[in-house]
């Protein structure tokens, strides 16, 4: 019967050392969420204190700002609208790999859309309308197979669109409207949904 008493005891050895594991992946994983969001929050010039109390040392979810998934192991969600914010965006955003929200909206970031954001599969919708961001916008946002809106009107971007974009499903809004893209003009993807808009591009359709 010694025998039998082990099964258990074998069992219950894997299922401790089991669930340890997972606790220390998904602790992991937020750790290196909050890798990549101090490397945002510390790109941005702050006058006004719009980001709020964040201490890097506690857990991005009690942060401003931040949403994180119900278990708290996870960052899905980034609002921050109507702030006196400066800086770039930050490459490192790309490993937020469960992100389901980017809004950084109405808060004049300036630089290029970083290439690494294209890495956010689960990412449902970017907003970073009404900023100074400029440069061209990535080919890898094609990759965003769940975007349902990708708001980037009203800031300072250039080049053509890529064709990349055709990719992005059909029902996706896409604003591009009030930047200075030029090129070719697409009508294919999600630039056949009525609530997508190329409006205020004045050198759309002539040559880049
Ligand atoms: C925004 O902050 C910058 C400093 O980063 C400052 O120069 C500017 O005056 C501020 N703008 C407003 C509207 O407060
Ligand atoms: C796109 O953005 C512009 C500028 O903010 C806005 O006027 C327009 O209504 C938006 N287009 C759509 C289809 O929502
Ligand atoms: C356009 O946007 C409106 C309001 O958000 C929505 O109800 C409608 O379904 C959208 N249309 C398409 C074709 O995506
Ligand atoms: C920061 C910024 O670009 N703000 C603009 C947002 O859009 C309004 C309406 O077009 C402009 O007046 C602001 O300058």
Do not use: Y
């Amino acid at each position: 019967m010694a025998a039998g008493a082990r099964v258990p005891l074998a069992v219950t050895v894997f299922v401790v050392v089991g669930s340890t594991m997972l606790l220390a992946a998904a602790a992991a994983d937020l750790d290196d969420d909050r890798s990549a969001l101090v490397d945002q929050w510390t790109r941005l010039q702050d006058p006004d204190g719009a980001l709020g109390i964040w201490n890097p040392e506690l857990s991005p979810c009690d942060w401003p700002h931040v949403t994180c998934d119900g278990q708290g192991n996870r960052v899905t969600e980034i609002k921050i609208g109507h702030a006196n914010l400066s800086g770039p965006l930050s490459p490192e955003l790309g490993k937020l790999d469960q992100l389901t929200k980017l809004w950084i909206s109405w808060t004049n970031i300036q630089g290029t859309i970083p290439e690494e954001l294209g890495n956010l599969e689960n990412l449902n919708s970017m907003h970073l309308h009404n900023n100074s961001l400029s440069g061209q916008i990535p080919a890898s946002l094609g990759k965003l197979k769940s975007l349902k809106q990708l708001h980037l009107q009203q800031n300072r971007m250039t080049g053509p669109i890529p064709s990349e974009l055709d990719g992005l499903s059909d029902q996706t809004s896409v604003n591009l409207s009030n930047n200075d893209l030029c090129g070719s003009i697409p009508t294919n993807g999600p630039f056949k949904n009525i609530n997508s808009s190329l409006a205020d591009n004045p050198r759309l359709g002539s040559n880049c």
